[in-house]
């Protein structure tokens, strides 16, 4: 079981970067799958995240209105369109899946999410 994160990359502010993030498995269509990242000296937070269905979203305040997460069952992906980003987004960001199938509520910690992608780069200059 794998996931694969990729799209980081450099961007100045007020820029765009769309992340994605792949599965192996098609049973992944049925978790509740999230975007955290970890900035340099900080802890690993929550970004987004979006269960089964699409029914249910979540965002963190710090982004609300300029990111925006979708996935895309068909093709056993999720993605994070981020627009006017900030040098504060600079980050690794990391793909996650919750820990049990068919969850309708997305959920916000860490500990919550069973399996992580390797993690991609993202870094916004001023």
């Known amino acids: 079981v794998q996931l694969q994160a990729s799209g980081g990359g450099l961007v100045q502010a007020g820029g765009s970067l769309r992340l994605s993030c792949a599965a192996s498995?098609?049973?992944?269509?049925?978790?509740?799958m999230a975007w955290f990242r970890r900035a340099p000296g900080k802890e690993r937070e929550f970004v987004a995240g979006?269960?089964?269905?699409?029914?249910?979203?979540r965002y963190a305040d710090s982004v609300m209105g300029r990111f925006t997460i979708a996935r895309d069952n068909a093709n056993n992906a999720v993605y994070l369109q981020m627009n006017s980003l900030k040098p504060e987004d600079t980050a690794v960001y990391y793909c996650?899946?919750?820990?049990?199938?068919?969850?309708?509520?997305?959920?916000?910690?860490?500990?919550?999410?069973?399996?992580w992608g390797q993690g991609t780069l993202v870094t916004v200059s001023s």
């Open positions: 996650a899946a919750d820990d049990v199938p068919m969850r309708v509520v997305v959920r916000t910690v860490e500990a919550q999410y069973e399996y």
């Open positions: 498995e098609r049973t992944f269509n049925s978790y509740v």
């Open positions: 979006i269960n089964w269905s699409g029914g249910n979203i």
